[in-house]
């Protein structure tokens, strides 16, 4: 355990707001300063990826634990500008704004796949049928996989210096998208990632969480606790939007828009036949 310094104290204050309660005592290291410091980054550079760099990420995605040690993820880098474009333009008509340009803005665009596909066939090669894919569990277990690893390769990227978004609207367009890039049965693009160097002029700041008592309990889930700690958050939230010019909303609207809008699916809302198609049969 150590005293916070000044710098630390900042990335409390930007990670929980000035007025909300901070985790203490924390125990910080140069990696746990590294995590604080996130925030996704929508504006980028034009400049090409450093050298080596989508290397790297991919060598600490692999580096995350992963189920069982099978390996059931993969990634494919899109670093074509005209396939990205395409893809960017797919997604554009998805959804209600008409352009999304941190995808068109980034040098690549990593698309994380959960990918049982390897196994299927190593399965059938062995003369067996991979009856055991038919099941939620092994979709799971691959989306969860391709998750941590994805996390991995951010954390290293932000490490050298590189800003990333995640891009769930990915899934707005998986049935094309895996046509787009020649995926074959049994994998599913779970997310995308822009990744590039970015704009710092332009960039936005960190972006606050609730205190720690919302999502954190000890040895049972203290149910309803949450309501205490909303007035707090909302006070926060409010005014990081209000500091990054973006439109008035509360945390708690949000919330229950994306609860209740199907526009929020923005075509996602018949995911489960788009993935069956791809192999899953999620029993
Ligand atoms: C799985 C996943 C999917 C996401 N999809 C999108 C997306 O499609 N578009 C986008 O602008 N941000 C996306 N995000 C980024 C979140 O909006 C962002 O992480 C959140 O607002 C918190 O902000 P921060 O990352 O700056 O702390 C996604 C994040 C995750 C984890």
Redesign the pocket.
Known sequence: MSTATAAQQALLDARYGKTQSKPEPMIWTPQVEALLS???V?TFLPDALPAGTIETMVAAAQSASNSSALNQWSVVAITDPVLKQRISDTVARSVPADR?P?IEEAPALLLWVADLSRGAEMTRNSGKEPVVFDYLDSFLMASIDA?LAAQNAAVAAESIGMGI??????RNIAESLAEMINLPQYSFVT?GMAVGLPDNARA?S??PRPAQPMVLHYNHYEQGRYRDYLDDYETVYQAFRERQRMSKKNWSGSVVESATSMDYMAGRSALRETVQMRGFKLK
């Open positions: 996130h925030k996704s929508r999304i941190w998750a978004v995640y891009l769930g609207v990915m997310f936005s960190i972006r």
